[in-house]
């Protein structure tokens, strides 16, 4: 059973750093796309960052571009986001999701992946 466990969130000022951590078990790290997604109160859920199998591509949503880098360390079944400048509208839960298939291309729609962590609160004020 494929498990996603984030952590790193918390209560941030507008304009300062905070890095996400999301810990894989239960399969093999290295062979699946993995996301960050992220849902505000009252809104849907929101695509924020995706990092192929290997680590050699990283696709942004629009608004995260240059401020968030996603990335991953598969020695340590680990994948990272580090989001730096952050304004209040970044405040949500931040969830990382795995897609279920082997070194299958990217999808950064919610529906299309298969395996979800619980998420990690990120709140920032102003």
């Known amino acids: 059973q494929v498990q996603l466990v984030e952590s790193g969130g918390g209560l941030v000022q507008a304009g300062g750093s905070l890095r996400l951590s999301c810990v894989a078990s239960?399969?093999?790290?290295?062979?699946?796309?993995v996301n960050w997604f992220r849902q505000a109160p009252g809104k849907e859920r929101e695509f924020v960052a995706a990092?192929?199998?290997?680590?050699?591509?990283?696709f942004y949503g629009h608004s995260m571009e240059g401020r968030f880098t996603i990335s991953r360390d598969n020695a340590k079944n680990t994948l990272y986001l580090q989001m730096n400048s952050l304004e209040p509208e970044d405040t949500a839960v931040y969830y990382c999701?795995?897609?279920?298939?082997?070194?299958?291309?990217?999808?950064?729609?919610?529906?299309?992946?298969?395996?979800w962590g619980k998420g990690t609160l990120v709140i920032v004020s102003s």
């Open positions: 239960g399969t093999t790290f290295s062979l699946h796309g």
């Open positions: 990092i192929t199998p290997s680590g050699s591509h990283t």
């Open positions: 999701a795995a897609d279920g298939r082997i070194n299958g291309p990217t999808n950064i729609l919610p529906e299309g992946m298969d395996y």
